[in-house]
């Protein structure tokens, strides 16, 4: 899913074929769950992209809800690779 607002590109999510599962702990049980990777960048031409410099507080806030709140997510990672070299889609 990607939204898009102004010139900030925000992306949640991947490809079913990119799913990884990862380790996880939740209440004293070990769990075996996907990860969730968020990317999000700003661009004036759509050609080249410089990711968004989220502040820490913010994506602890927003890793912690997902986390919680999304059933089979037991990690979030934040894609901060800029386009070139990256592509702004994960292929």
């Known amino acids: 899913m990607s939204a898009i607002r102004g010139h900030c590109l925000l992306s949640l999510g991947g490809h079913p074929r990119d799913e990884a599962e990862t380790v996880g702990v939740m209440r004293d ?4 769950d996907y990860i969730c990777a968020l990317s999000a960048v700003t661009s004036t031409d759509g050609m080249t992209a410089d990711f968004y410099p989220f502040e820490p507080a913010f994506m602890g806030r927003v890793a912690t809800r997902i986390i919680n709140e999304v059933k089979g997510i037991n990690r979030v990672v934040y894609d901060d690779t800029s386009k070139l070299p990256g592509t702004i889609e994960w292929e």
Do not use: L, M, V
Not at 29 to 32: F, L, M, P
């Open 29 to 32: 049980d070990c769990t075996y």
